[in-house]
């Protein structure tokens, strides 16, 4: 067996309603299958969604939109001086970008201000606010930041400034009192779609100055939909793909800066481009520095200029990968040593000199490494101030379970799945504890195994180029509309290895009924010496189309892989028992030796995991359900390895079977070779064998064992007696077949055994391991279990 790292779940649409989008759109199974998991599960709801024109809602059809419209173009009138109150991450970057590209269009007096992270913390703050009003500005408008800001909105009320909050966060029980607040989410909204991110709602606000759609805009309005993971339906699905369109051929001296230092050809830029690419080196500015870089970079007109801040953009990313690579090993460590997985449902850590620009990539590490909600702070102990990030879990609402400990966050805010926050120090273990009585009541442990949903079970056959190509037309993917992922479930491996400089990469080549598929697995290639060639492997991943020296042809990409049935690995004839330490996997593992001279052969290492099989009761009480069961030497006959494995489940058997001589390449006498030697015995009388036996062995063509093996089989039929080394032939003694000697019979046995074990083919040799451990019978309820 080889266990996968998540569990998977494939999802089990209606088939009825694949089925009338099969008909009535005419598409394959697998698209209107993809379909109907999103949601898109009428007629009307998926041809829009595939073939329907991008319209986006009337921006004024958001509360407060006129209002603030108004305050707006009466400040370009007077050209009084506006200040664009941003946010330091992709989003805000973005979102005060396009405003300011906006207004500036406009003709209006403007400049932006984006807090410092580590000297203000998120939001607006009261000093900015008393500093803009010092330095004459008269209306302040906030992009992806402000519906938490009570006490801010009542400084700039009190200073006689005029605030639009324009934000996508959720908001809370009580919302700031502002000139004008546009949000989707707004409590008095009645806007068609809530789910914009912040540049998303500043498009709006831009597309209601301009009174039509900005389409020059939508290349910057992409990155911070993009980077911000909101759902990337409706409005947002439009944005994704009209601003992939738009930045592919974009003139932003800025933007292809940034991406020529990136090694970016526009013409291939997707989402991915944009999420893995573009927004961590924009994020990258404000973790570590003051995010003004990023938006002079997208604002410039001068290409030297931005030729200089793409460089200094891209080595703050570098530097903030390193960063981010450190604090994530003292992190793990803090979690296993402080705060472990089996008493902690959610993990509350953190140390003074964290970089807190970048513990929420950290926050995300350890999701990933260990499933929990995760909070990870940064301790400032002169302040009594921690300041932190938090990632969730699917089942554990962040935002919602972070609300019941306000009274202990007097700064937070974000969403189901991700949050920031600042408490006091004293406070982070009353948090901690708070939050995990919460996920206590909410969280099973069922939920804290990590869960993969797959859209489809495929067959090989089904996958071609034109269903590849049509699965396109479901791009831009993202939240709400990951890019599909398959089950391929027991297909045979036509070949497998690593590759990569470091070979920590994996290729296989899989079949199933004539039809084949290329797959490669990136981190996956120590998994190679994990899977048996002859095993039936099952894999989960992304299909794809390889276009190589204009060959296309399908290929998977590969997250995961399984192997349900027990696997057999064959080291016989090698000598390489001390490579079962590296060989063997060490969880489970059972190392079985019969003859105890091999005990004093083993790695000393080894020897206290050795057990030794001294007889059959041994065997009959060997534990060995889903062990990784290392066979190390020959068995003394088939019962011990039948009663040592009937029906025990193991994962993987390692078979090396060792034995100091071989019986199979000695000659074993047939009866003609007994019948002559009688007769030899007959005519010569008494014979030294001491003395004439390797005469007689050599006359014949026979080894002296050959020779001592037919007198011991003569001896206990009582044919013969033997007295220091004289054999005498016992005359009148009566008939008895040769196979009621003990010796004759054990001989045979082991003839056979070695024949069985030793000399038969890879093939051969499972097919009788699976006879023992009744595989054919079990192996289609474990996959069901498994699956």
């Keep these: 067996m080889l266990k996968s790292k998540t569990k998977w779940i494939v999802r089990n649409p209606d088939q009825n309603l694949t089925q009338m989008l099969v008909n009535e759109l005419k598409i394959t199974p697998l698209t209107a299958t993809l379909l109907v998991n999103r949601g898109l599960n ?116 009190e200073l006689g400034l005029d605030l639009i909050i324009t934000d996508h966060h959720e908001p809370g029980p009580v919302l700031p009192e502002a000139l004008a607040i546009i949000h989707p989410k707004h409590p008095d909204s009645t806007y068609p779609f809530r789910e914009l991110a912040g ?5 709006k606000l831009a597309h209601a100055l301009y009174g039509r759609v900005p389409e020059h805009l939508l290349e910057i309005a992409v990155i911070g939909t993009i980077a911000d993971l909101v759902s990337l339906k409706g409005e947002n699905r439009i944005i994704a793909k009209k601003g992939l ?13 940034i991406l020529k230092v990136a090694g970016v050809d526009l013409a291939s830029i997707n989402e991915e481009t944009i999420g893995f690419t573009l927004a961590p080196r924009i994020n990258a500015v404000g973790r570590l520095e003051d995010a003004d870089l990023a938006v002079q970079l997208l604002l410039t007109d001068d290409p030297d ?14 530097t903030r990968q390193e960063i981010v690579n450190t604090i994530t090993a003292e992190a793990i460590e803090e979690v296993e040593k402080n705060f472990p997985i089996d008493t902690n449902k959610v993990l509350v850590i953190g140390r003074e000199g964290w970089n807190a620009g970048v513990i929420g990539i950290v926050a995300s590490r350890l999701v990933e490494r260990f499933y929990r909600p995760t909070i ?23 935002f919602k379970n972070l609300s019941t400990c306000r009274e202990l966050l007097p700064h937070f805010g974000g969403h189901p799945m991700a949050a920031g926050m600042t408490l006091k120090l004293d406070d982070v273990a009353e948090l901690r504890q708070r939050l995990n009585i919460l996920a206590d009541e909410q969280l099973t442990n069922e939920d804290l195994i ?17 269903t590849l190509d049509e699965l396109r037309l479901l791009a831009p993917f993202g939240m709400d509309n990951p890019k599909p992922k398959v089950l391929i479930d027991q297909v045979a491996i036509t070949s497998m290895k690593k590759i990569g400089s470091d070979q920590n990469h994996l290729k296989v080549l899989v079949n199933e009924d004539g039809a084949a598929l290329d797959g490669v697995g990136f981190g996956l290639g120590a998994l190679v010496d994990h899977i048996s060639p002859a095993s039936k492997i099952s894999l989960i991943g992304e299909l794809s189309i390889n276009e190589w020296n204009n060959i296309r042809k399908p290929q998977i990409f590969i997250h995961d892989l399984a192997v349900h049935s027990w696997q057999l690995f064959d080291f016989r004839g090698q000598r390489k028992a001390h490579h079962v330490q590296k060989t063997v996997p060490s969880e489970n593992r059972k190392i079985i030796i019969f003859n105890k001279e091999f005990l004093e052969k083993m790695n000393p290492e080894l ?56 019986d199979y390449f000695s000659t074993f006498p047939t009866r003609d070779h007994f019948k002559w030697f009688y007769a030899f015995l007959l005519k010569k009388g008494p014979i030294d064998l001491n003395r004439h036996g390797e005469t007689i062995a050599n006359h014949r063509g026979w080894s002296q064992e050959t020779i001592k093996f037919m007198s011991k089989v003569f001896s206990e039929l009582d044919f013969v007696t033997i007295n220091n080394g004289f054999i005498t032939l016992n005359t009148g003694a009566p008939k008895r077949d040769l196979t009621d000697s003990h010796t004759y019979q054990t001989k045979q046995a082991q003839f056979a ?35």
């Design 199 to 203: 540049v998303g709602v500043a498009f």
């Design 607 to 662: 020897r206290s995991e050795v057990i030794f099989i001294q007889d059959i009761e041994a065997a009959k009480a060997f534990d060995g359900a889903s062990a990784n069961i290392a066979l190390i030497d020959f068995p003394p006959s088939k019962d011990y390895l039948q009663a040592l494995l009937a029906g025990k489940k193991p994962a993987r058997i390692y078979t090396y079977f060792y034995k100091e001589a071989s």
């Design 305 to 318: 200029e931005a030729q200089s801040l793409a460089m200094e953009m891209d080595n703050l990313n570098k």
């Design 753 to 787: 055994l070695e024949r069985e074990l030793l000399f038969s083919s890879f093939q051969e040799l499972k097919g009788w391991f699976d006879q023992v451990i009744q595989e054919s019978v079990e192996s289609e309820e474990a996959i069901k279990a498994w699956i």
């Design 245 to 257: 369109e738009k930045i592919r051929l974009t003139k932003n001296i800025g933007l292809r800066a």
């Design 376 to 398: 990870v702070l940064n301790f400032d102990p002169v302040k009594g101030v921690a300041k932190g990030s938090a990632r969730s879990i699917t089942g554990y609402d962040l």
């Design 42 to 157: 009428t007629v009307d709801s998926a041809r829009y969604f595939l073939f329907g024109k991008d319209e986006f809602h009337d921006p004024f059809s958001l509360k407060g939109m006129d209002t603030a419209v108004n305050r707006i173009r009466a400040a370009i009138e007077k050209q009084e001086p506006i200040l664009i109150f941003g946010d330091y991450d992709a989003d805000g970057v973005s979102s005060t970008t396009l405003l300011m590209m906006t207004l500036r269009d406009l003709g209006a007096n403007v400049q932006f201000y984006i807090p410092n992270r580590f000297t203000e913390g998120y939001g607006p703050n009261e000093p900015a606010f008393r500093e803009a009003e010092r330095n004459g500005i008269k209306l302040i408008i906030t992009i992806d930041t402000g519906i938490a800001a009570v006490h801010e909105a009542g400084v700039a009320k």
């Design 450 to 466: 990590p869960i993969t949903q797959l859209d489809e079970e495929v067959l090989l056959e089904d996958i071609s180029l034109s």
